[in-house]
């Protein structure tokens, strides 16, 4: 195939009003939500899409104090060039011509998501073929995927107890929530959890709230404490309990807990993915949108597969474009896993309203009883309402803010 064009769209969905959580030393604030949408024209008239990142930290190696509209002039000018005149006939070729521009290791790994997606998203389309069949190379009958419900953040314990119990209800067979409120209230909230479940469902601690509490972060005999505190409360894993890239800190940790330990969605590249798998982790969290795409994260299932001590669980914190991209993965993996839904709204399941999250898509996806079953069709299955484009046009700003207290 050969690309004609590339235009991405920086979209911002507002939280209005602003929603103001309260955390162990401090203050976030909840203005918008953003998303970044590209769609991807070859020369025969064939369109893929792809989520991109969508946090202004993702530029920050490249770009100083700049907007999400940067990123997509990256990718409208620099990469677009790259790949004016290119045949593209593997996603080798799409690396080659990211690799070319010298990037910044981030940024290179997250252009080259958007590529790599809409890539799979045509070819499936050409072939009359799923993406998860052109990742499997083969046959594939998925059964609807099992979900974790990804909410919770900065409540106080008895709420995530109430939130838990409401997902429960809803057929979700395990929960994911934010932490921060302190050890003593983090403590508290994991005992809350498992009385208010018992045993009919598994919680999930996404623990890297523990080193953004400005004064206040767990130092690493804290992070221990945690860790023996939550024991017999048996959380499924605990998320990016320290800081990304910190190895050496990840290994010290695997061996001093015998609690699995998640984390990924934070590393720079495949290559920090692939490091990451030796300290220790019981499962490795990559995304599409941050790691190279499909052909970026597969060769992450392929490596976890020949081992029987880690296994690949996606990351998916978006768009129900996204959703549906990372279900992709789940449906051709070899292992048996949970795929992330973020729980957006006003009730109280739900994280904080994101409407733009469902809106991109015309597609009516079929979620019920806590599963998934992806829509049938070639490429990513799914149809794209470009009028979000206008509906929800990019707000300037931070999508959150931080206040801290005072020492």
């Known amino acids: 195939m050969r690309l004609a064009d590339i235009t991405v769209h920086t979209l911002s969905s507002p939280i209005d009003p602003p929603q103001v959580r309260k955390f162990y030393g401090g203050r976030r604030r909840l203005l918008k939500r953003d998303f970044v949408l590209a769609v991807v024209e070859t020369a025969d008239g064939l369109v893929g899409y792809a989520p991109a990142a969508a946090t202004s930290s993702a530029m920050r190696e490249y770009f100083e104090g700049t907007s999400h509209d940067d990123l997509a002039d990256l990718l409208e000018t620099r ?29 290179a790994s997250e252009a080259l998501g958007v590529l790599d997606v809409a890539y799979h998203d ?25 979900l974790y419900a990804s909410a919770g953040m900065y409540m106080e314990p008895e709420g995530y107890a109430e939130q838990a119990a409401a997902l429960r209800e809803q057929g979700f067979s395990a929960y994911k929530y934010r932490p921060g409120l302190g050890p003593e209230k983090d403590e508290r909230t994991v005992r809350l959890l498992r009385e208010a479940v018992g045993d009919e469902m598994d919680f999930m601690v996404d623990a890297h709230t523990w080193w953004k509490l400005g004064e206040r972060s767990y130092d690493f005999e804290q992070v221990v404490e945690q860790f023996d505190a939550f024991a017999d409360s048996d959380p499924y894993w605990i998320e990016e309990p320290v800081e990304p890239a910190d190895y050496d800190a990840y290994e010290r940790l695997d061996a001093r ?5 998640a984390g990924g969605e934070s590393e720079a590249s495949v290559a920090g993915l692939r490091r990451l798998l030796e300290t220790g982790v019981d499962f490795l969290q990559g995304d599409v949108r941050h790691h190279a795409g499909f052909t970026g994260c597969w060769e992450c299932v392929e490596l976890c597969a020949e081992r029987d001590d880690v296994v690949f669980v996606p990351h998916n914190f978006g768009t129900h474009l996204g959703l549906v991209a990372n279900g992709h993965l789940v449906a ?57 484009i206008e509906e929800y046009p990019y707000v300037e700003g931070a999508w959150t803010e931080f206040e801290y207290d005072e020492a």
Do not use: C, H, Q, W
Not at 126 to 135: D, K, N, R, T, W
Not at 257 to 261: M, S
Not at 360 to 374: A, Y
């Open 332 to 388: 051709a993996s070899p292992e048996d896993v949970r795929l992330e839904y973020p729980v957006f709204g006003d009730g109280v399941e739900a994280m904080y309203p994101f409407p733009l999250a469902a809106d991109v898509l015309e597609t009516d996806l079929d979620v019920e009883n806590g599963s998934l079953t992806l829509p049938e069709g070639p490429g990513l299955g799914v149809e794209v309402d470009e009028s979000v």
């Open 79 to 107: 990469v677009a060039a790259a790949l004016d005149g290119v045949t593209v006939e593997s996603p080798a070729d799409l690396r080659d011509a990211v690799a070319g521009l010298d990037l910044p290791t981030k940024l």
């Open 122 to 146: 045509i070819r499936g389309k050409e072939l009359g073929a799923p993406v998860y069949e052109l990742l499997a190379d083969g046959d594939v009958d998925p059964e609807p995927l099992d």
């Open 257 to 261: 807990t015998d609690l699995p330990l």
